[in-house]
């Protein structure tokens, strides 16, 4: 006789795939190119449109999602190719202040709501407000864990610039 397998509880999957996608989204916004952080933005148009396609009660949040990513590709690539901006790396961005700026903006906005977007596909968030919530949050840890590790990233990226390519 076998037993059937419980049903994971909606926390669980939340607190498993809000790991797995922190952890994804720090191995894509490496420190040293710029190219992978709106790259995350393109998932994040195509993780939108399927989350607006497979769930209804989030659709509203899939289409913040979509604008955001849409924004933030517009500030990386018109900002960098278009108008010569440098973004050397994720610590040394130049151009103007209000350019640094949106660009940081965007960056965590667009990071936080890539994983909300994820969970609600993981049918982790199953409610607008439960989307909203995890997305500010998100958003803020992000920020926080970054501004608090800057020193070792750019330590890290400097590291990582000298070592020998293969």
Known sequence: MTKSAKKPSQMTILI?????LFIFNFLFARTTSTVPVPVIALFMLFTAGALYKERIQLRSFAILSFIIAAIFIAIAYFGTIWLRFEVYNLFDIRGPKFFQIAFYIFMFLNAAAFTTVAM?????ITTMKGALITWVLTAIIYFTISYLLRDFLTVLAQITEQMLPG
């Open 16 to 20: 498993i795939s809000w790991i797995g």
């Open 120 to 124: 609600g596909l993981f049918k982790g």
